[in-house]
């Protein structure tokens, strides 16, 4: 136990060094960090400085004589914020202390005690649960692909850190809304959790959740373990409390014993885990469970702008149930940014290009590409932002997922796709859909969260891609196929350094100066799934983690229809709604795609490529042939669109082909089109490319415009 008796902040016989420790904290942060001899309840805002808060506590408490550090368990959620956590202390002067997430804790624990209890080497442990659970399928001569096996091994883990037995696995998930997974009811899943366990015992493996079900069966059992880490382990700090499931909470009351010595810091309006497990009531309850808490409030914001935070605040406004009751208000500490924008535009299409188009003129503004990113609910919706960000030579690289064409369920696809275009005749429009439905694909989407959505996201995005590709007349499957492959070759070049594509979950606990929060319409932000207030809830916390990503800027946009030329049918999220009507609502701005900076440029004049002779301007330098330039025809006017496409790409820093594709140069050449509707009709040219070079092809082809 920790001696209570030992000096306070308050004790002028503090060491000078500890008070400078205080002297780097706000009031709160300080009473976080100087506060001992009571249960401690952080609830710790977005930005607030919660990790500089219990760091600044352990280095205070230990600089005081308060806490040995060598008896101090610091609890994380992930590796990375373990390690960020250590650096910290190492640099207030205490790499004695252990900063460890749950299982890696357990796991050091476990390999100890295991000779001792059970006898031998403690089992080897699996790196994942992936052949396990398929084998116990196969046994159950259960057919699944890899998207329903991933959605098994998460419900599979769900159960486990539910403490759940597999008895007791259907009656909890009915009461939690879990009535089947990847099609199999829960009786199924309950069957392959017996199965599973089987598969392990008999290959002499342990599984993740093992660890910690051992660790809390090892303190239970056997006093002698309990004791001997209660001895070493005197106080404890948990960064992330709101995410606590119940296995890990259960493990958590083992460590302390009768002790309370506990410092704990969420926020349970960033709880977006709870399909995972996770369980907000245990920060919630915290004084109804330690008697003797304290709790302490961090709403001072660091990182965001007041126009930011005010939004932000404004969405939990709008909140139901706890959210609502233990909300916190954030109170922005830096000076004063631009409002955040509200954006819609007609599809989704559109919303990248004009997304992409924003960060364009950001960059050329000279700010870093990797200071901004674009963050999204369902993965699927990437496939149209690298497009739009590949087409301006725009670097980017995807948190926690595949790129799109990357993605194994597209892989997939593209294979089936590229066969039907050797068979002639085929309607694209009706082939397409036939070959996808056999994949997964159904006109409407799925009621079902996890790998089976997530591929159906995925397919129902190659639907839309491949629907913009075909309404254009005389389109064929090979044109299909070949715009497609064209597509995935553009972003297939590594990226080192870029904007950041991120679903929100992948987010979490991130953040950047410039964030552009897309998809925001009802049916993705709520998503459809989402159907009881506290679904609904937890969406409502997922756009709040979202907002709160934001250092500087911030975009949230929605686009109307999925497709070019589709019925806008969707609606602005309903989470929107309390910011449009709030006194000091973001700008809006309705489809700002074609919107562009003033950029200056050099007054330089080149030779005209097209007729070889006059001086073209700046002004008629983006269409490449001066004012007066006769039409060329034939070989010269295919000369003259390689030019052009030459200088775009240089312009944009993107590959030619990712402007115009050579079979796309060569019908402009062939057709010779003289207003949009027939460049539309050229195979190769879409929407997006007319909206982007319309003005340009048109000119250099000739033909009469406004002006004219």
Not at 220 to 234: G, H, I, L, P
Not at 336 to 356: K, L, M, R
Not at 684 to 690: A, C, H, S, T, W
Request: with cysteine; aromatic share 6%; net charge neutral.
């Amino acid at each position: 136990m920790t001696d209570h008796s030992a000096p306070s902040a308050a004790d002028p016989s503090a060491p000078t060094d500890a008070e400078s420790l205080l002297a780097a904290l706000d009031p709160e942060q300080r009473e976080v960090a100087s506060s001992f001899g009571s249960p401690i309840c952080v609830l710790a805002g977005a930005g607030t400085g919660k990790t500089r808060a219990i760091t600044h506590r352990i280095a205070y408490g230990v600089a005081t004589g308060q806490l040995n550090p060598r008896h101090v368990l610091a609890v994380t959620f992930t590796a990375k914020a373990a390690a960020e956590m250590r650096s910290r202390l190492r640099d207030l002067g205490v790499p004695a202390v252990q900063a460890r997430t749950f299982h890696a804790a357990a796991l050091r624990q476990l390999r100890h005690f295991w000779p001792r209890v059970v006898g031998g080497p403690m089992p080897e442990l699996m790196a994942n649960k992936f052949a396990g659970i398929g084998e116990a399928c196969q046994r159950l001569h259960l057919s699944v692909d890899r998207a329903a096996l991933r959605d098994i091994v998460a419900e599979v883990e769900w159960s486990r850190v539910s403490m759940l037995t597999p008895e007791s696995y259907p009656e909890a998930a009915l009461q939690t809304r879990r009535p089947g997974v990847a099609g199999f009811d829960s009786r199924s899943i309950s069957r392959i959790l017996t199965q599973y366990e089987e598969v392990k015992k008999e290959r002499g493996v342990i599984d993740f959740e093992d660890v910690l079900l051992h660790m809390v069966g090892f303190l239970t059992e056997r006093a002698d373990v309990a004791r001997e880490v209660r001895s070493q382990y005197k106080h404890f700090v948990v960064d992330e409390y709101q995410d606590v499931s119940a296995l890990q909470h259960a493990l958590l009351r083992l460590w302390l014993g009768t002790s309370d010595d506990l410092c704990v810091v969420g926020d349970a309006a960033q709880t977006i885990y709870t399909f995972a497990g996770a369980r907000a009531s245990y920060l919630l309850d915290f004084r109804k469970e330690f008697k003797r808490a304290r709790t302490i409030r961090l709403e001072r914001n660091y990182r965001s702008t007041p126009e930011i935070v005010r939004m932000a605040n404004t969405v939990l406004d709008g909140a139901q149930g706890r959210t609502r009751d233990t909300r916190l208000t954030l109170i922005s500490q830096r000076e004063s940014g631009p409002p955040p924008i509200v954006e819609s535009f007609a599809d989704d299409s559109a919303e990248a290009d004009g997304i992409a188009e924003r960060i364009s003129d950001l960059v050329a503004e000279g700010r870093p590409a990797a200071e901004v990113a674009i963050l999204f609910r369902t993965n699927s919706q990437s496939e149209a932002l690298e497009q739009a960000l590949t087409f301006r030579g725009i670097g980017y690289l995807v948190r926690g997922g595949d790129r799109f064409f990357a993605r194994q369920e597209v892989r997939r696809a593209m294979v089936s796709l590229r066969a039907a275009a050797r068979v002639e005749q085929l309607d694209p429009a009706r082939a397409v859909r036939d070959i996808l439905s056999q994949q997964g694909w159904a006109p409407t989407a799925p009621e079902t969260t996890g790998a089976i959505r997530d591929r159906w996201d995925s397919l129902n995005a190659l639907v839309g891609l491949t629907d913009t590709i075909i309404a254009r007349p005389g389109t064929t499957m090979a044109d299909v196929v070949r715009e497609l492959e064209e597509r995935a070759e553009s972003q297939a070049a590594p990226v080192v350094d870029g904007v950041t594509l991120a679903s929100v979950h992948a987010a979490k606990g991130l953040e950047w100066p410039v964030v552009f929060v897309v998809g925001a319409s009802d049916g993705l932000l709520p998503i459809s799934m989402a159907k009881t207030p506290a679904e609904i809830e937890e969406e409502r916390r997922l756009f709040y983690v979202a907002l709160t990503r934001a250092r500087d800027l911030l975009t949230v946009s929605w686009s109307a229809a999925r497709t070019p030329g589709a019925r806008g049918s969707r609606k602005a999220s309903r989470f929107l709604d309390g910011v449009l009507d709030h006194p000091d609502a973001p700008k809006t701005a309705p489809g700002a795609a074609a919107r562009r900076t003033g950029r200056r440029t050099a007054t330089v004049y080149a030779e005209c490529r097209v007729c070889g002779q006059g001086l073209v301007t700046p002004k008629e330098q983006r269409r490449g042939r001066h004012d007066g330039c006769p039409s060329p025809g034939g070989e010269g006017l295919l000369t003259a669109l390689r030019g052009w496409r030459r200088d775009q790409a240089q312009r944009r820093g993107a590959p030619p082909y990712a402007i115009l594709t050579d079979a796309a140069l060569e019908a402009l050449a062939e057709r010779a089109p003289r207003t949009e509707q027939e460049l539309l009709a050229v195979p190769g040219i879409g929407p997006g490319k007319v909206a982007s070079f319309g003005e340009d092809l048109l000119d250099l082809l000739g033909a009469p415009t406004e002006k004219d």
